[in-house]
């Protein structure tokens, strides 16, 4: 039998870093920490821990002195996890236990993997390999190298017992003291707030009234205890409170003389457009409030969706802290209303290049790790939570090496109406209802999540910000949770994300206008958590759930059916106040509003001059052939396949345009479509657009050229783009000037410029931003080592497909079909994937020059409106988004996709040289193909649209692109193909 | 009379919607029901007609694809699963569900007119290309297989959608033995050969058989032919609007239902279902 767990290692060692291994083999272990004994063990191994057929299995000794090991191996690492750290196979391997040994309650499972090396080459030092296999942050690695093996001399981990937690009581912290001594209490205790805001809580335990009640309550009159202190700091931290967003903003415009204020950009460019638009459509049931934003879908059902970023923990733990950004996001969408159910999850990734040579900063990764990390973070978490990954993008940029930023997001569907009748995107809590805390326990990984994630990286970001997901115990969560919906049993539910309980029962307490916490009564992973601690744990697999106190015993029932933990930890009330106890001692007592509405506002400055950049000029005498070869194989054109097809896209058996079109089922899908209702052909358009590379000239265009990306990507596949929704997701560097920021101004003018034209487009499209969210510390480091990423933003879009069945995909289908340009063609090649390409090359001296721009909306909505209408009466059943790499990348995707020829002229285009028209980025355009039957209907459909003819579709298997009589591009389709898939194939094959 | 199947789900099942939907698609009605009711004899499976073990990824896959659920079926509902096979009810596997069948030992089960003994003798393990894969595969069913599931059936496109879908039996005279008997009921093949004749013994290269399974096996049935189990998808091609080809196929049928885009899924669970009807 073959070891595959070991032969993946021999694989990787050999992609990743040109080492050649003969052989690596591997060992799963399990340690038992239980009653039963050893013997008794021994008799059940392979009706548990070793399957019978393929594996070979030992109790109570070393398998490596076991004859199996005989042969004298090299090397040998041994990998746990540290004590604390979630540990999914442990925790499955405990609950298999119990169904052998139902008597062992207590009996408790660490997993480890031991790889075994042979051949390994002599200058391989073991602590590097090592190294490559662990992150020290979470896990151990016990390594025996070529001495200790030659000796026998075995790696043998012991149980991995957590820490005692020493229990603190509540103490109350002085804040009567200087502003240096305030910041410094800021500091220290990690709680990321500012001078104003420990002045605005300072000022709240002055106030008499405050003393008063505090003293009747018996809680510290004149002071915070911790507990407040920390509770204060999480919801008001950037992460739940986007303060940046909601700032005042002093912007001024050098380019144009303007002078200005802006009250909250995003009351301003963002809400204040949807509500809006939501006075004209009648599907717009629910914006911003909830944790996603709800649409009508049809009568029956309506949808909704949410997108959230994991930069900082992916940064430090790529595969858990992307597991918990996927399985995060799930839980907003269980979230929202009274729950729904998820059925779709996208996936957005911006990584520096997997070949980065260069120098790395201390304490980061390597991007080909943390591809892999976050790769297999998202695909465990989507895979095993049985939601389908429809749509996505990775993008790539030197940048990224200090963040990666790693968006996932989720589409949820509900029914309108509950079986009770209650419309299911309200919640419905009164005074008296009970809190309930369900799925996982709270432990102390996951403490200070949404303060760390709200400061910039160092290199003493704590490890107790970072957490494992467990898809299959929320996976359980989720079955129950959606049972105890349909039979009526809740009254208001949301996440525990980011802030924990304080957070979770902090926000849904505004509905009835307060609550009273025990936080005696919540279920711990390990004793001696502090009080502040278990209010602000962000530990994964919970939600927050109100349920009406005759409902209570039913509740529990199907929780105990699920065999998920379900505890009553507080109550709603109306008494105005956020009152925590602990057992019997008031711990903190802050009323609804202070702790809501009370963070000052934050004034920000910002300065917009245009950057400076060396024009892009195209070289002299290019082959243009050559060009496209080059650019096929560039990261952020090549095929994702390999990454991509590691995720499950079609469970649910829904995903009608898949994320690999065509006739090898390789081309690239322009968007997802799925038909979520089994044996019903209606439909919902998924989709995204990114192009963070256009900020480095006007971070304004950028978010143009995202949104319509989304756009375009959706039409190509055939939406109504009558109903669509969007989301706004954006990740900034840190905006507000300071000593580390020195460019603060221009980077916060960035922001300013990106919600203009964020607003300008959706409100030409009639796309409303149903919901949306920022980060807005992604940088690394300070001073002249400082990282600070591309400012970019994420669109994502959800919108209706009235029936699947006619859609249109991105592969060329049948020869003679007529090849159209639907838009036009600009000299647009300002911070273009070709300018990048020719720059890196030392081919031109920079990317600078016209960035795409999007002059007129309104009339590109027009023509993507007949044009998706063509699509919808089954005129075109090929259409391809134009986007990085312009028409020359386009074509040559089509034609991969269909693994057949093309013939195309691109003169009449548009009025820009042949670099503008071949590799220009310049948005609103689609290719299209045409069967030539319908040339004449699809003609006069398009007509007053700007629709070029491009040539046909030609049986050959040869791209020939001519402009008037010059030939251009002349390439063989298989050629492409395996140029445009070699790049991030980085598996080392499969033998 | 409309035949009842029981659908499981809980602890990772993940397919449990579509594998109610497309039973119900062919004139079934279907229950969605947690293992624990019918552990807890809330629910009782004799109660229905035909069982489905749908895919996902019950307890996470750890410690091997299907080994902790099919452990609690194992252990828990050993009486009900030996009745419910006696007496001639139809059980299908898919995926997770045909690992689970595997390691409860119902699949391949024991010599014809045994009742099941729950004794592993096969076992589905990591793919050899190491990755978790979704990709459309082309399946070729064993026309004198016993299978009541695969009654007519020749050849089918569908997806797989697993990381351990590796079929493996300890010795090549244990497949021989299934082979005799036709339990050996679906291969994967290359779709460039003829129907009928795509089936082989010879190891097809990655990613015509995208886990390298032995003999290309991608379902087995056991001596009945009533219990079946696959690792590829035949619920996920119950519409042709699923198919990664379908913007190629003429959009005028468009009747209400499924009509002219039925998938070839979808035919599979008729069998079934249609057995049930026939025998009752």
Known sequence: MRDVRGDVVRRQLKADHNITVTNVRSICGYLISGETPPSAVAERVDDLFADPIIEIGAANTAMLTTPTFADGPETIITVGFKPGVTDNPGKAATDGFLTLFPNDVEAKIATYTTYVFYGLPSDCDASWLAGTLHNGLIERALIADRNACEAQSWPELTFPTPPEQVFIEPQSIDLECDDATLEEISTTGLLALNLNEMHAIQAHYRDETVRQYRTEMGISPNAPTDVELECLAQTWSEHCKHKIFASRIHHVDHETGEDTVVDSLFKTHIMKPTHDMQKDVDWLLSVFHDNSGVIAWDDTWSVCMKAETHNSPSALDPYGGAMTGIVGVNRDILGTGLGARPIANTDVFCFGPPDWEGQLPENLFHPSRVLRGVHAGVRVGGNESGIPTVNGAIVFDDRYIGKPLVYCGTVGIMPRHLPDGRPSHVKTPVSGDIVYMVGGRVGYDGIHGATFSSLELTEESPSSAVQIGDPITQKKMLDMVLEARDAGLITCITDNGAGGLSSSIGEMAEYTNGCEIDLAKVPLKQAGLSPWEILVSESQERMTIAVKPEDQAAFEALADLHEVEATAVATFTSTGMFHVRYADATVAYLPIEFLHEGVPQLQLESEWRPPELPSFVPPSGADHSELLQGMLQRPNIASKETWVRQYDHEVIAQTAIKPFVGVERDGPGDAGVIAPIHGDPHGLVISCGIAPRYSDIDAGAMAAASIDEAVRNAVCVGLDVDKMAGLDNFCWPDPIESTKTPDGRFKLAQLVRANRELERVCRAYRLPCVSGKDSMKNDYGSGPEKISIPPTLLFSLFGDHPDVRKSATSDFKFSGDKIYLVGESKQELGASELAFMLTENGQAAGVGGHVPLLPHPEQNLSTYRALSQCIRAGLVRTAHDCSEGGLAVALAEMCIGGRIGAAVDIDGTGTGDVWGRLWGESLGRIVVAVPAEHEATFLSQMKGHPTTVLGTVEAAPHLTIMDGDEALVQLDVETMASLWKGTLDLTGGVI | ??????????????????????????????????????????????????????????????????????????????????NFVDAGKPIIGICNGFQVLVKTGLLPGPEAGTSPDFLQRGSLTLNDSGRYEDRWVTLEFDPESPCIWTKGMTRMECPVRHGEGKYVMPSSEDLDRLDAQHQLTVRYVDPTTSPGAGRTDENLPYPLSPNGSMRNIAGICDATGLVFGLMPHPEAIYARWLHPMHTRQDINDSTDGLGGWEGEGLQLFRNAVEYVKQRS
Do not use: W
């Open chain 2, 1 to 82: 009379m409309t035949p009842r199947v029981a659908v499981l789900f809980g602890f990772g099942i993940n397919c449990d919607h579509e594998t109610k939907a497309v039973f119900e698609l062919v004139g079934a009605t279907a229950d969605r029901l947690h293992v624990n009711r019918l552990i807890s004899g809330d629910q009782q499976l004799e109660d229905y007609d035909i069982l489905a073990v749908p895919g996902g990824f019950s307890f996470g896959d750890h410690l091997g694809s299907g080994r902790l659920l099919g452990n609690r079926m194992r252990f828990a509902m050993r009486d009900a699963l030996r």
